[in-house]
């Protein structure tokens, strides 16, 4: 196909992995919301459960959806559907004001999650419709990082809003235009998507769960989403608990993790993806695990500003190329099952409600320390994983 790492196909794609990043807006949505509303955690981090719950109850139609549609037009379907959650907070919420408030915000997070659902299982096979087999691991890395600038921008422009006139909620209208560009940019691009449709149901998706290995990485994918949404809800609130006299406000700590977390995740992931194109993907997959745990146990021992944010630095540059690799790893397990692994890996991402559990445990326990340790212990699943990834592929 001579569409393969076409430019002019290859860059409305990847623009896509920059609406997909506007999931982790959540993140810095709750903490706002919980300040607006007066929530304790438990009732904010329900609003992580609003958006989501739909990678586990719409990932595997979503793969019926490409099948009848097209990946292209799936993902054009998840733009519309996140532009109208982009659009309910600004014209609906009111900043605390309103006895509608939390609704409007519930509703809007699931929209988003609908829309994030749709684009993250659809997105990743267009990208086999525009790049050649040996460059994707790396292309889904680059895509990791092209997400990552979104997730990094969020925060930065809600914490300038909050201290301007306009107000936090107006991020939300500004993502609403650059989602509008990236639908008619991807619209307006011819994609070859022929030969790509199969009939799937399922019976025959969940099926695949009997491959042990693609059973490891789905498991794997509830734990990174797990551990990233619990994070970016988390870490704010940790850095204001252990550090009181230096972080006085939460668009302070926000800002903090949006340049020690986010824009370092984004730089891995652009390095990881030009490193990914020549280095073994299973060796970099070993490194990344085991700096994340250590990033982690440094967080939990760490009293400081300097060395909370050292300890994040070292678990966004292990974390940043992992989703990309176990990815890779399990589409080349059955690549002509592309559709339905993409669907099935993705429902994985539902482990994001992992937020809503660690509010239950920061309130029975009165501390942020309790949520970071449940998000270590979690983690170390990932560490298990060093082993089963560096064994032979199944027969």
């Known amino acids: 196909m001579n569409q393969k790492n076409s430019l002019a196909k290859i860059l409305p794609v990847m623009f896509g992995f920059f609406i997909m990043g506007i999931v982790d807006l959540i993140g810095t949505a709750i903490n706002y919301v919980k300040a607006d509303l007066s929530l304790n955690d438990t ?41 109208i959650g982009l659009v309910l907070p600004f014209v609906g919420y009111k900043n605390g004001q309103g006895s509608f408030d939390f609704a409007v915000i519930f509703i809007a997070f699931m929209f988003i999650g609908i829309g994030n659902t749709i684009i ?12 050649s ?27 300038w809003l909050a201290a301007s006139i306009f107000g936090w909620t107006y991020v939300f209208p500004i993502f609403a235009v650059i989602t509008l560009i990236a639908a008619v940019w991807l619209w307006l691009t011819r994609i070859n998507e022929e030969g790509e449709k199969s009939s799937i149901s399922f019976a025959a998706t969940f099926a695949i769960l009997k491959n042990r290995k693609i059973l490891w990485f789905f498991i794997g994918i509830l734990v990174l989403v797990g551990v990233d949404v619990g994070l970016n809800a988390t870490l704010p609130k940790y850095l204001q608990e252990r550090c009181p ?20 995740k984004a730089l891995g992931a652009f390095v990881g993806g030009i490193l990914l194109m020549k280095v073994s993907e299973k060796l970099f997959y070993n490194i990344s695990a085991l700096m994340v745990t250590a990033g982690l146990a440094l ?6 500003q300097w060395s909370i944010l050292t300890a994040t630095v070292i678990i966004a540059l292990g974390y940043s190329n992992m989703f990309a690799i176990i990815f890779a790893q399990a589409l080349k397990q059955l690549p ?20 809503t559990l660690l509010g239950v445990i920061s309130d029975i326990f009165g501390t942020q320390w309790a949520a970071m340790l449940i998000v270590a212990i979690i983690w170390l699943y990932m560490v298990w994983l060093i082993k089963p990834i560096n064994a032979k592929d199944e027969a």
Do not use: H
């Open 120 to 131: 993250q299982v659809a997105l990743n096979p267009l990208v086999t419709n525009v790049v």
């Open 245 to 264: 006299d230096v972080i006085t406000s939460i668009s302070q700590a926000d800002t903090l993790k949006s340049y020690f977390y986010f824009i370092v």
């Open 133 to 159: 087999e040996e460059r994707r691991t790396g292309t889904f890395t680059l895509g990791q990082f092209v997400k990552s600038l979104c997730s990094w921008l969020g925060p930065n422009i809600a914490a």
């Open 299 to 304: 967080m939990l021992i760490s009293t400081a």
């Open 43 to 83: 009732t904010a981090n329900l609003l992580s459960l609003s958006c989501f719950l739909w990678f586990l109850i719409l990932s595997v139609p979503t793969g019926f959806l490409m099948n009848r549609f097209g990946r292209k037009n799936a993902v054009l379907i998840s733009f519309v559907v996140t532009l």
């Open 336 to 355: 002509a099952k592309a559709n339905e692994i993409s669907s099935l890996l993705i429902v994985g991402v539902s482990g994001g409600v992992i937020a």
